[in-house]
C-alpha cells in the first residue's frame, strides 16, 4: 500500500506542478512511509479535485 499511495500522490502532484523538479517533491517520499493512510487519502482528494475542474 504504502508504494501505491506513494506513486498515486507523486503522479497527481506532477499533473499539478508539470515543472517541480526532484526537491520540490522530496517531502512525499517523507510521508509515505510514515503516514500511508494519509498520503493516499491526500492523493485521493486531488484526484477529486482535478476532476472537479
Known amino acids: 500500500m504504502p508504494v501505491l499511495a506513494h506513486a498515486a500522490?507523486?503522479?497527481?502532484l506532477?499533473?499539478?506542478v508539470p515543472g517541480a523538479d526532484v526537491a520540490?517533491?522530496?517531502?512525499?517520499?517523507?510521508?509515505t512511509p510514515t503516514?500511508?493512510?494519509?498520503?493516499g487519502a491526500l492523493a485521493a482528494f486531488?484526484?477529486?479535485?482535478?476532476?472537479?475542474?
Open 24 to 31: 520540490e517533491l522530496a517531502f512525499a517520499a517523507r510521508l
Open 9 to 12: 500522490l507523486l503522479a497527481e
Open 35 to 39: 503516514e500511508p493512510e494519509a498520503t
Open 46 to 53: 486531488l484526484i477529486r479535485a482535478r476532476s472537479a475542474h
Open 14 to 16: 506532477a499533473y499539478l
